[in-house]
C-alpha cells in the first residue's frame, strides 16, 4: 500500500497527493499493541502529513466488536468551525489534527460485502 502511494508521488513530484483512509493505516509510527507496521509508517514522515480526527459526537459507519454498522461517537462535542492543524511533533502516531465542524452521520460503504454482490 505504501509502495503505490510513494509510486504516485514520485509519479508527480510538483503534486499534492491525497491519501484518504482510517486511522489504522495513516499512523506515522507504530503504537504499542498494533500487529503490524502500519502503511504510513514506510513513508518518509518529513514528507507527510497525517491528520487524526478530533474528537466528534454523532456516529460512524465502522466495524467494531459487536459488528459492523453504525456506531456512536462519544466525541468532546462540536466544534465550532472546520480546521486543519500541524502539530509540532508526532502525537499519537500523528503529525496533524482536523475537525469537520460539525456532527458526524453514519453513511454505509457505497458497495457492500462481496458476496452481497
Known amino acids: 500500500m505504501a509502495d503505490r502511494w510513494a509510486s504516485l508521488a514520485d509519479t508527480h513530484p510538483n503534486s499534492v ?43 460512524a459507519w465502522n466495524c467494531q466488536q459487536d459488528g459492523c454498522g453504525p456506531h456512536s461517537l462519544s466525541g468532546k462535542g462540536t466544534h465550532k468551525s472546520a480546521y486543519v492543524r500541524a502539530l509540532p511533533t508526532i502525537t499519537d502516531g500523528f503529525n496533524g489534527v482536523f475537525s469537520v465542524g460539525t456532527s458526524l452521520t453514519a453513511s454505509p460503504p457505497a458497495i457492500g460485502p462481496v458476496s452481497a454482490r
Request: glycine content about 6%; aromatic content about 2%; cysteine-free.
Open 17 to 59: 497527493v491525497l491519501i484518504l483512509v482510517g486511522s489504522l493505516h495513516a499512523h506515522l509510527v507504530r503504537q504499542p499493541g498494533m500487529m503490524f507496521a502500519p502503511a504510513a509508517s514506510h513513508l518518509p514522515a518529513a514528507d507527510v502529513l497525517s491528520l487524526q480526527s478530533e474528537p466528534a459526537t454523532g456516529s
